[in-house]
């Protein structure tokens, strides 16, 4: 079968690799779709400690059952899934008390084993969640950027009926905006990519701006940062009212810094959380997918064949795109 293969940092090719064969447990997945996410740059560049090599990267795959494992009973060939890939350890104090995303130890498909930029793959029975006969596959491959981001409103606790800022209008940053106004919440969205800003302003977000200064309200009760730039998340924290709280949800540069006034923290009982990936939340973001998927049409800009995966990381390091799917 044809597969992405990455073997030393920044060095990858496609070309064939054997075909694995389910275990006890395990299903064989016909990959339909992978979308590209920020974090496989920094798996591509060598940047994922969780990686070993050669590793076939993807984590937002899902396809149809191709073949079926031993002791799997409730899947059958021919049905329609997309994949859960968060694996973790099961044994440690953070898996023990239901955090199992923050686990020392974890490393699912396509970091520590095979994803989906691949013809086929093997995955658990337990990681996959079927999905209604109707759902296209374009919405329903953003279970899991949609299920990092359910973790993150979980970890924001309420801001239903609140008003919230979302900086940053790539795929987390809008679907935590489509999220956040499904459950009453009035949305401004911070972008500064004019294609960015456009695909914002077609979901029907009425205000739709290219920097914190320009926002009519200086007092937020919600900020959601999906950049990760310091810049961005100290004009967020400064917007933030009495008693508002910030989500830190855009994967930040290692070591980086922000300045921020902590008598404010204090005096004005700011809550600042940060979330990470998915945690209980895959099966809740099908289901969401169901209910609001013809929103997320316009987040799945692209769609390239797998042989032409150069091209779909030409798009994603642009900017000039949203969600880029590869079809293996
Ligand atoms: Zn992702
Ligand atoms: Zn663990």
């Given at each position: 079968?044809?597969?992405?293969?990455?073997?030393?940092?920044?060095?990858?090719?496609?070309?064939?690799?054997?075909?694995?064969?389910?275990?006890?447990?395990?299903?064989?997945?016909?990959?339909?779709?992978?979308?590209?996410?920020?974090?496989?740059?920094?798996?591509?560049?060598?940047?994922?400690?969780?990686?070993?090599?050669?590793?076939?990267?993807?984590?937002?795959?899902?396809?149809?059952?191709?073949?079926?494992?031993?002791?799997?009973?409730?899947?059958?060939?021919?049905?329609?899934?997309?994949?859960?890939?968060?694996?973790?350890?099961?044994?440690?104090?953070?898996?023990?008390?239901?955090?199992?995303?923050?686990?020392?130890?974890?490393?699912?498909?396509?970091?520590?084993?095979?994803?989906?930029?691949?013809?086929?793959?093997?995955?658990?029975?337990?990681?996959?969640?079927?999905?209604?006969?109707?759902?296209?596959?374009?919405?329903?491959?953003?279970?899991?950027?949609?299920?990092?981001?359910?973790?993150?409103?979980?970890?924001?606790?309420?801001?239903?009926?609140?008003?919230?800022?979302?900086?940053?209008?790539?795929?987390?940053?809008?679907?935590?905006?489509?999220?956040?106004?499904?459950?009453?919440?009035?949305?401004?969205?911070?972008?500064?990519?004019?294609?960015?800003?456009?695909?914002?302003?077609?979901?029907?977000?009425?205000?739709?701006?290219?920097?914190?200064?320009?926002?009519?309200?200086?007092?937020?009760?919600?900020?959601?940062?999906?950049?990760?730039v310091p810049a961005a998340i100290e004009d967020g924290f400064n917007t933030l009212r009495r008693g508002g709280s910030m989500l830190l949800m855009g994967v930040a540069k290692q070591g980086s810094r922000v300045?921020?006034?902590?008598?404010?923290?204090?005096?004005?009982?700011?809550?600042?959380?940060?979330?990470?990936?998915?945690?209980?939340?895959?099966?809740?973001?099908?289901?969401?997918?169901?209910?609001?998927?013809?929103?997320?049409?316009?987040?799945?800009?692209?769609?390239?064949?797998?042989?032409?995966?150069?091209?779909?990381?030409?798009?994603?390091?642009?900017?000039?795109?949203?969600?880029?799917?590869?079809?293996?």
């Amino acid at each position: 079968m044809r597969a992405l293969q990455l073997n030393a940092p920044d060095q990858w090719t496609i070309g064939e690799v054997p075909e694995p064969r389910p275990a006890p447990g395990e299903v064989l997945i016909d990959v339909v779709g992978c979308g590209v996410c920020g974090t496989d740059l920094h798996t591509l560049a060598g940047g994922n400690p969780l990686v070993r090599l050669p590793a076939i990267p993807g984590h937002e795959f899902g396809g149809t059952v191709a073949a079926v494992g031993a002791r799997v009973d409730w899947l059958n060939v021919g049905e329609r899934v997309v994949v859960d890939p968060s694996i973790s350890c099961d044994h440690c104090a953070r898996c023990f008390e239901g955090r199992p995303n923050l686990c020392p130890d974890k490393g699912g498909y396509g970091s520590r084993y095979p994803g989906g930029f691949a013809q086929k793959t093997a995955v658990r029975a337990t990681s996959c969640v079927k999905i209604p006969d109707e759902m296209p596959w374009e919405v329903a491959l953003l279970a899991e950027p949609l299920s990092c981001v359910l973790h993150g409103i979980d970890r924001l606790g309420t801001a239903t009926g609140e008003d919230a800022v979302v900086l940053g209008a790539g795929p987390i940053g809008l679907l935590t905006a489509l999220v956040l106004r499904h459950v009453g919440t009035e949305v401004a969205v911070v972008e500064r990519s004019d294609v960015r800003r456009a695909v914002a302003d077609k979901l029907g977000f009425d205000t739709v701006v290219s920097s914190v200064g320009e926002l009519a309200r200086p007092d937020t009760a919600v900020v959601v940062d999906a950049t990760g730039v310091p810049a961005a998340i100290e004009d967020g924290f400064n917007t933030l009212r009495r008693g508002g709280s910030m989500l830190l949800m855009g994967v930040a540069k290692q070591g980086s810094r922000v300045s921020l006034d902590p008598h404010r923290i204090n005096w004005h009982e700011l809550t600042i959380v940060g979330s990470t990936a998915v945690n209980s939340t895959f099966g809740r973001a099908v289901d969401l997918l169901a209910r609001m998927g013809d929103q997320t049409e316009p987040l799945v800009t692209h769609s390239v064949p797998l042989e032409e995966f150069g091209q779909a990381l030409d798009l994603v390091r642009s900017q000039g795109a949203l969600k880029v799917l590869v079809r293996p």
